[in-house]
Structures are given as structure tokens and as C-alpha cells.
């Protein structure tokens, strides 16, 4: 018989006074890259070019991304990261042509599972993830460099999951447009001030939480389903999870997901601070794997507000949901990636206010729009046979009584709606702290580091809307909707 797993890990956590901030540099010995090409078929882990392109190479049509990893084994765990900056140089002496094209947005996103510089190729290379994905913009010149890329919410993933450091990768946003490149100098380039290098600023010793309780189901503490508009059917004991417009049987037709954790252990009397949501690509799944082919593939994921049994849902009986604290997760162009820490701490919250009335999570495509078909997201659901794919959700709490002081009592952020000036303050002079901006996508837009008190963001150059701010302490992440008029 399959078990729950369920862990809860302790820490020593009393209450901290504020810390000194440390910034760690990070270059040279502590990096490792490689670039991987679609047309070559050997490693080629010591070039001196890291490359994203979509290009010909022996008259070929191919693809090349690159990957590059940091040994933070340094940086302690459970901090907070305030400020984490990356430096990719172009590199002048390339047999590469240099950065080239129309369509050459990079993307930097984490990877998944282990890779070697010295073996690693385009036919072997690592699963990733596109959660909390970065955008290098197009560049202006051939030869722009990109000192300091914003990376803060990975390398915060990071340092709360050591054991999972694989580094990220890099590619082009867009992989179907021939002659577009980005090209950057790699840790074997000639000229040392040109290698990529990583500082990264941080809190030591303000762990924010008391217990992490890890829940991993394989049997009775995760429910989940999946409904189909074409199916009339049950499905009984899906492998997948799957959020798709396709066809089906040649009909039409969405796809939708069901899941829900039994949060029924967490004590009372203990404060949410993180709550995180991983979901695995299921490598044996039916369906094809995830899929760009009729358009973008946005993950969506809302609260259920209505009982489902999983034994008899289907789409016509299927749960309401609401659009409250609901997440929006980037498109993937890659078929086997990953969707690791979701920040789903708002949903969850709100499941524990009310834990009678827990019906748990809807996965579904954010643009179900059937005139766009081929277009999905496969994750392993319980029932997929390999214990270690099975949805995961991590809730880091804290007791009540340990935190004497919430700097949220004293968070002051206005105007609200702002047309120009949003001022942050804490009235007790409380810092560090970070200040992050998303859109209403849940895509990263600005962040600051603030050493105390009152700061300020500009937001004239902004489009009218809906933007959440999150304001990070050693306390805790609060966050606030912002409308820009």
C-alpha cells in the first residue's frame, strides 16, 4: 500500500533582532556552463560562447541554449534574499555571429535536475521549470551587454531548496524564428573581466518560519481529477493532469484538473507564511506532453468553492471556482518541463481560514479559446506510478506567539489608486525589506531593496491597472493591490 507523505521539519527559530546584510559575490570557481545544440551531437561544456539562437549550423536548422550554474552552498539557508544580479557579458570575439535578429528575447529559467559541463548535450539535457521565469529584453546593439539581470525570485527558490540547485537556463523566449541569437561570454572566455558572474545580497540568520510540513501524496491525502468538455464520462484514476483545448475523438474540446491536499494536520495555531504548489510533467502520459502548437499554453490556477468527489466529477457536475488570490503561470515552449514552488500562498490561506470548506485547486488554461487548438499542459497526477512526480505542496508556517512585532500593522502604501508616486513606509522606521511589483499576470515587473523606512516607486510610465505589491521581511511577504489610474 501507497502512504502519505507527510513531513514536518523543525528549526531553532527565536526572535531575531535585525541582521546585518551580506553581499556574496560569485564568479570564476564558483560557476560552471555549457552550451547545447539541437544539430550537434557531442558535449560542448568548454566553449567560450554561452548561446540561445535559433540558427542553421552545417546547413542544418537547429537550436542553442546554454546553461550556467552558481555553487551557493555558502549562502545559509532560509535567508532572505534581498538583491540578486547577474552579469552576462557579449562576447567580441565569437565565432558566433553576435546578438542578431527581430525575435531574440532571452528567457532565463531554473533547471530541474542535474547536468555536467563535461557530458551534457541537446539530447540529454536537464528538465526546467518556468515559474518565476526572467525576460531579457531584445538588445539595442549586436554587442549589448546585460549587467545586472534581476534574478532575485530564483535564487530566492534556491536558497529555500539547497538540495535542488541546478542552475538555470538560458534561451530564447521564442525558439520558431530562423537567424535570432543572443551571444554571451562563458567562464572559459580569455578575458576574465567578460565570464559571468553573480552577487547576491541577503539577511543572514531571519528564518521567517518555525515548520515546514511537506505534503507529497501517493495514497488519501491528495484528491485530484480530470474533467473533459468532450468526455461524458468519469475518468476514473487519471495518470495525468492535464489542461488542454484539443480534440478528442476529432470533437473539440477543454480539459480541466482537480486537486486538493488534506491540510487537516496543520495546527490552528499557526500562521501561514510561504505555501508553495510543484507539479511534475508526467514523462509516460497518453496525451502528448506540454504543447505550443495552436498558441500560447498559460497555466491558471484558482480556488474550488464547491464540494467535487473524484469519483463521479465530470465537466458537466464540475465545481465553481473564484477568481480571488487565483495565479497565473507564463506560457512553455518546452514539452517536458516542470512547474516547481508556485507561489500559491494567498489560495491556501484563505483554504485555512475555512478549513471545513476545503475543495481545494482548478488547473486549467488561462485562454480556453477553441478556435486555438493543440494547446496544453500535462502534469503527473497521483495515480501516475513514480511516487517522486506525484503533486507536491510545501506550507512554511510560524507560531502566532513567536513574532512580537508585525511590521504589517505599521505598513502604510500610498495612494491607492496612484497615478504617479506610490510611497511605502513602515511607520516604525522596520527594515530591511524588499519591494516587488507584478502585473495582474503574476509577471515580475520591478523590485528595491530598502534599508529602513519610507522608499518610493515611480509608476508614471505604467499601464492603467491591476499590479500586486509585495513588500518581503524577516516577519513575512505582505502583499497589496495596487490600481494605477
Request: with cysteine.
Amino acid at each position: 500500500m501507497k502512504n502519505l507523505i507527510f513531513l514536518l521539519i523543525l528549526f531553532s527559530c527565536g526572535i531575531l533582532s535585525a541582521q546585518d546584510t551580506i553581499k556574496a559575490t560569485f564568479s570564476e570557481t564558483d560557476v560552471h556552463d555549457a552550451y547545447i545544440n539541437q544539430v550537434y551531437y557531442m558535449p560542448s561544456g568548454f566553449r567560450q560562447s554561452l548561446v540561445a539562437s535559433y540558427w542553421t549550423y552545417q546547413n542544418e536548422e537547429g537550436i542553442g541554449r546554454s546553461l550556467i550554474y552558481f555553487d551557493l552552498t555558502s549562502i545559509p539557508e532560509h535567508v532572505t534574499v534581498l538583491d540578486a544580479k547577474m552579469n552576462l557579458f557579449h562576447d567580441p570575439i565569437s565565432a558566433h555571429t553576435g546578438h542578431s535578429g527581430y525575435y531574440n528575447e532571452g528567457q532565463v529559467v531554473r533547471v530541474a535536475e542535474p547536468w555536467k559541463d563535461q557530458t551534457v548535450t541537446w539530447y540529454n539535457q536537464p528538465r526546467t521549470s518556468v515559474v518565476n521565469e526572467i525576460k531579457l529584453t531584445p538588445p539595442q546593439t549586436s554587442y549589448q551587454d546585460y549587467p545586472d539581470i534581476n534574478i532575485t525570485s530564483l535564487i530566492q527558490n534556491i536558497v529555500d531548496h539547497k538540495d535542488d540547485n541546478y542552475g538555470f537556463m538560458l534561451k530564447l523566449k521564442n525558439e520558431d524564428s530562423i537567424y535570432n541569437s543572443l551571444v554571451f561570454a562563458s567562464v572559459n572566455h580569455p578575458y576574465p573581466e567578460l565570464r559571468p558572474s553573480l552577487e547576491v545580497t541577503y539577511v543572514e540568520d531571519t528564518s521567517q518560519f518555525t515548520n515546514v510540513y511537506i505534503i507529497q501524496d501517493t495514497h488519501g491525502g491528495v484528491k485530484n481529477a480530470y474533467i473533459n468538455s468532450v468526455v461524458y464520462n468519469h475518468q476514473s484514476n487519471p495518470t495525468s493532469l492535464v489542461c488542454a483545448v484539443w480534440t478528442y475523438d476529432g470533437d473539440p474540446g477543454i480539459g480541466r484538473s482537480l486537486l486538493r491536499f488534506d491540510l487537516s494536520s496543520i495546527p490552528v495555531d499557526e500562521e501561514v507564511y510561504k505555501a508553495e504548489l510543484t507539479l511534475y510533467w508526467n514523462p509516460y502520459s497518453a496525451h502528448i506532453g506540454h504543447s505550443r502548437i495552436g498558441g500560447l499554453n498559460n497555466l491558471l490556477i484558482q480556488r474550488v468553492i464547491e464540494p467535487w468527489d473524484e469519483n463521479s466529477v465530470t465537466w458537466y457536475n464540475q465545481p465553481l471556482t473564484t477568481d480571488t488570490n487565483q495565479v497565473f503561470l507564463p506560457p512553455t515552449n518546452i514539452g517536458n518541463e516542470d512547474y516547481l514552488n508556485i507561489d500559491v500562498t494567498g489560495m491556501v490561506k484563505d483554504i485555512l481560514s475555512d478549513t471545513a470548506h476545503n475543495y481545494g485547486l482548478l488547473l486549467r488554461l488561462e485562454n480556453e479559446n477553441e478556435e486555438n487548438m493543440y494547446r496544453s499542459l500535462v502534469f503527473a497526477a497521483k495515480e501516475n506510478g513514480i511516487d517522486s512526480l506525484c503533486p507536491k505542496l510545501e506550507i512554511y508556517t510560524r507560531s502566532y506567539l513567536s513574532v512580537k512585532e508585525n511590521p504589517a500593522d505599521n505598513l502604510l502604501v500610498y495612494p491607492n489608486p496612484v497615478s504617479s508616486i506610490l510611497y511605502v513606509n513602515f511607520k516604525n522606521g522596520f527594515g530591511p525589506y524588499r519591494i516587488t511589483l507584478y502585473d495582474d499576470r503574476s509577471s515580475f515587473i520591478l523590485t528595491k531593496h530598502v534599508a529602513s523606512g519610507k522608499s518610493s516607486l515611480n509608476l508614471s510610465n505604467y499601464a492603467s491597472g491591476a499590479y500586486m505589491l509585495k513588500v518581503s521581511t524577516k516577519y513575512g511577504v505582505f502583499s497589496k493591490v495596487i490600481i494605477k489610474k
